[in-house]
């Protein structure tokens, strides 16, 4: 092996981002893989290559093989008597290297023939894991890709180096992923096969609307305003709750932007999904009535111990606050982990009517038509009112 022979490696490892040394290896296992077939040797061949003066290489071929009283049939092993005349004071369990016959000619044409396609299927293996190890760093933040095609349900989103996955359950049912698209996904998953990385994406993680705010408000990048939290009903509606740690900057003013185009932009890259951005308040009165935004609310009572909430809103809010299938009042409990029980003022003073009327104290009566849970399913009590199962951050 000539000087040529160093400079096509380190000519290959320029080429295709891999340090000389790890090629060299690389090369080091093809031509031991090659000389083992060709001797028809059944135990493990070793090969070095040695660097030289003046650009030059030499190698060595070796097996190394555990010294024995009495070998049995395995090839990695050698008997004490065989061992010690290669290398006296070696003890049994002694591992002893034994060098193997071989020519530079020989291991010129060993490597012609066999150890090329080997040398590019590890290049091709440490290209894939590169590749790996570039998108596991990206898990967890957002990245833009093109919708490539359809696989069965599932949608494959280009993104340069890989293709990744979007999966039915992580697909917006409103979005129509048509061909050639630009959209940004989640990358929620990546797994490492002997095919290449996989990545999973979404588009209905939460996850995704934080990184989206803050690709979007610099105020957020920076630190000085804070996501406390983000649920979200994908394709409908998200609530975002937000603080500022400077009393100067009105967090939820710049995740709007100045004439609204910051939350826009988001708005439109959701495909119209809306978004309410609350005040984030550790005063769970202010979160409450905040979190039922974009109703406006009269009073908000507690109940610490059953952590429930009675919310007051005007007759004319009642619809807004409950929201389309109360979608509006059940994101606010998810957002705020507190139970909320919404009534309209005249409700409110219809049922204190009625109670001063009663000579004996009664239960409250029946919201009719505007109680929160129309359309809902009534919790065991009767009592309308939205569960607060805990916010995705």
Known sequence: MNGEFLDVLQQIARDKEIPLQELIEMVEVALATAYRRSHFLSGEVKVKILQEKGNRVSYRVYMEKTVVDHPTTSPNEISLQEARKIRPGVNVGDQIEIDLPSSMEEMGRIAAQTARNVVLQRIREAERHKTYEEFAEKVDTV?????????????????????????????????????????????????????????IVSRTHPGLIRRLFELE??????????????????????????????EKVDAQGACIGPRGIRVQNIVNELYNEKIDIVRWSADDTAYIAESLSPAKVTKVELDPEKKSALVVVPDNQ????????????????????????????SQLAKAAQQREGDSEPTQSPPLGEHNALDNLEPDNTGTASIAAPKPVS
């Open 217 to 246: 408000v610099p105020e957020i990048e920076d630190g000085t305003v804070i996501i406390k939290s983000v649920v979200r009903e994908p394709g409908a509606r998200s609530k975002v709750a937000v603080m500022s740690r400077d």
């Open 318 to 345: 009642l619809s807004l606050a409950i929201g389309k299938s109360g979608q509006n009042v059940r994101l606010a409990a998810r957002l705020t982990g507190w139970r909320i029980d919404i009534r309209s003022e």
């Open 143 to 199: 990245v833009t890709g093109t919708v490539q095609r359809r696989e069965g349900r599932n949608v494959i989103v280009h993104l340069g180096k890989v293709d990744a996955i979007l999966p039915p359950q992580e697909q917006v049912e409103t979005e129509p992923y048509d061909l050639n698209d630009r959209i940004k996904v989640y990358v929620l998953e990546v797994r490492e096969t002997p095919r290449g990385p996989q990545v």
